[in-house]
């Protein structure tokens, strides 16, 4: 399959002028660029996901409680309009 898709690229960039056979080649690169920034990234989020880097964060216990602030302030807005 993918070899007839390479045939049928090379037999239309042999019967198209030279700047659009560059047109393709540089299209060609952005999707080659594009894909391998794919591959990293989920390389990447895949070593993350593995590893044991953060797991001290769930160790942690709670240092603070609602009972320990001593005073609580309620959404207010500072809204300013400007002039």
Same mark, same amino acid.
Do not use: H
């Given at each position: 399959?993918?070899? @007839? =898709? =390479? +045939? +049928?690229?090379?037999? %239309? /960039? ?9 047109? =393709? @080649?540089?299209? @060609?690169?952005?999707?080659?660029? +594009? ?10 989020? &895949? /070593? ?7 797991? #001290? ?9 609602? %009972?320990?602030? &001593?005073? +609580?302030?309620?959404? =207010?807005?500072?809204?300013?309009? #400007?002039?």
């Amino acid at each position: 399959m993918k070899e @007839a =898709i =390479i +045939k +049928k690229t090379v037999n %239309a /960039l042999n019967i198209l002028p030279q700047d659009k056979a560059e047109e =393709i @080649a540089d299209f @060609a690169e952005f999707v080659l660029k +594009k894909y391998e920034e794919q591959v990293l990234q989920k390389g990447i989020e &895949k /070593l993350q996901s593995e590893s044991n880097s953060f797991n #001290f964060l769930n160790e942690d216990e709670e240092l603070y409680t609602v %009972a320990d602030i &001593k005073q +609580k302030f309620n959404s =207010i807005s500072f809204y300013r309009p #400007f002039r």
